[in-house]
């Protein structure tokens, strides 16, 4: 009985873990489908940025009466439904910055969940603007590296104002800056490539390279703090493999999702 007993506790876990990562998921494509029915007007055939975020919506199974709410409240037809936007800026141990990004409509137990987290380890939640002015944000584009050549891409991407096309596992990253987002991703569009994933993320203008013991206990930190059902996205000034740490992150993260 034991055993069974600790086979149903494991597979509880999991099954608890993979429903956060769906509520996340969901919660970032509903912000997503939001936007950009808002922006652009809820067709799909007319209003580029919504037929991307739906068919991201659907690869994540994603139901189709939340994608419904979604366009609704992007158009005024539906109320919020208590939900709002935030962001949480702080340090993490070593002098790593943590800049969250989440959706709650209880302020209270985000704030609660995340200050323990940042004591619990070692660090600590600051005040608004504490950490902000290291991070900048940018526009990003991820497009299979089999589906265009690179200079086809760039002489595209670049001419519609882009900063730069990187190529890392098997698919182009394009990087914008933030006002040229829509521009580029419009220019891709009428250029027939097909974008996976696009974002507005938050890149460090500095980074921190640590030993392995501290950048493990560093990560152990922001894998949690990217856990909490509020949070939909962590970045960091913490540098992995040259890369800066981000969770929750559509495009370039070095950890996925």
Request: hydrophobic share 35%.
């Amino acid at each position: 009985m034991a055993g069974h007993t600790r086979k149903w506790a494991k597979v509880k876990r999991k099954k608890q873990k993979d429903d956060r990562r769906k509520s996340k998921v969901w919660a970032r494509l509903s912000q997503e489908i939001e936007k950009a029915a808002r922006e652009g007007g809820g067709d799909p055939d007319a209003n580029v940025a919504l037929s991307q975020a739906l068919e991201r919506a659907r690869d994540e199974d994603m139901a189709k009466d939340t994608i419904d709410r979604a366009i609704k409240r992007g158009m005024g037809e539906l109320e919020e439904e208590g939900r709002e936007k935030v962001t949480y800026e702080g340090y993490a141990p070593h002098g790593v910055a943590v800049f969250v990004e989440g959706e709650t409509e209880n302020i209270n137990r985000t704030v609660k969940d995340l200050r323990n987290l940042f004591s619990d380890h070692g660090g600590n939640l600051g005040k608004d603007g504490s950490v902000a002015y290291l991070f900048e944000q940018k526009g990003r584009f991820e497009i299979a590296a089999d589906a265009t050549d690179e200079m086809t891409l760039f002489e595209v991407a670049v001419e519609a104002g882009a900063e730069e096309v990187d190529e890392t596992d098997g698919a182009y990253v394009v990087t914008t800056d933030r006002d040229a987002f829509a521009d580029v991703g419009e220019a891709l569009d009428e250029a027939g490539l097909p974008v996976e994933a696009n974002a507005l993320v938050r890149a460090p203008t500095t980074t921190v390279a640590l030993a392995p013991d501290e950048r493990d206990a560093v990560r152990g930190l922001i894998e949690k703090i990217n856990d909490l059902r509020d949070v939909t996205s962590v970045y960091t000034t913490l540098e992995i493999d040259g890369t800066p740490l981000a969770l929750g992150v559509d495009v370039a993260s070095p950890a996925g999702h």
